[in-house]
């Protein structure tokens, strides 16, 4: 298995403003991936991050939105950019480890406000 | 941000019953399919997986069924307990391999309420 750290596990922030969500595992993997849960629905998946090249993004979201860095095989952050109110979610980051068994962190829950 | 459930079907059952969470896959080609408890406040856990080349998987108190000629999965949970009360996920992965790998989309989710 695989321990998934994200900081901050909860804020709340003003509209307009931006906000950075670190993604740290206790093992290198290979693949890594951000998703978010919009208040009662499903989990969405957001963009792969990719280690040492751009991320690769699903239909719906951006770079401009949501820029993604992935320094190496432990370490990912997702920036959530020029936040609305629409933009309350939790922010999860997820792993393929060992296994290929896919895990979640524990989710950065943000309201803006 | 908690508020996970107000859309979602659900399922009360009494302690100690069997529970069988059912979900609909939109992709014929996904051959993996995962299950995740998510208890209020906390991300996904994993609980149990299956690979499409099997139709039944079981781990501790839980089994999952596939039948890939409908596409649909379930997840039965025996002798349900009220620490197993959360939302229920199940997700797929399309096919396995090449851009897809290791990408999930998730199902609409079941919240589970078990009573005492």
């Known amino acids: 298995s695989a321990v998934i750290s994200q900081k901050p596990s909860r804020d709340i922030c003003q509209r307009g403003t931006s906000l950075t969500i670190q993604c740290q595992v206790d093992?290198?993997?290979?693949?890594m991936f951000w998703y978010r849960q919009q208040p009662g629905q499903s989990l969405t998946l957001i963009a792969t991050?990719?280690?040492?090249?751009?991320?690769?993004?699903e239909s719906g979201f951006v770079i401009d939105k949501f820029p993604i860095s992935r320094p190496n095989l432990t370490f990912s952050t997702l920036t959530v950019s020029n936040m609305s109110p629409e933009d309350s979610s939790i922010y999860l980051c997820?792993?393929?480890?060992?296994?290929?068994?896919?895990?979640f962190g524990e989710g950065s829950w943000l309201t803006v406000v | 941000g908690e508020s996970v459930g107000l859309h979602l079907p659900t399922l009360s059952v009494q302690e100690g019953d069997n529970s069988i969470i059912n979900c609909a896959y939109s992709?014929?080609?996904?051959?993996?399919f995962i299950w995740y408890k998510q208890e209020s406040g906390k991300g996904p856990q994993f609980i149990i997986d299956?690979?499409?080349?099997?139709d039944k998987r079981q781990g501790q108190r839980v089994t999952v069924l596939l039948n890939k000629t409908v596409k649909h999965l379930s997840l039965q949970i025996a002798a349900t307990q009220p620490g197993d009360s959360a939302v229920y996920f199940c997700?797929?992965?399309?096919?396995?391999?090449?851009?897809?790998?290791?990408?999930?989309?998730f199902g609409q989710g079941t919240i589970l309420t078990v009573h005492p």
């Open positions: 997820s792993v393929l480890a060992g296994g290929n068994t896919i895990y």
């Open positions: 093992s290198q993997v290979t693949m």
């Open positions: 991050a990719n280690q040492g090249s751009e991320a690769t993004y």
């Open positions: 992709n014929s080609a996904s051959d993996y």
């Open positions: 299956i690979r499409s080349n099997m």
């Open positions: 997700a797929e992965e399309s096919p396995a391999g090449g851009t897809s790998y290791g990408k999930l989309t």
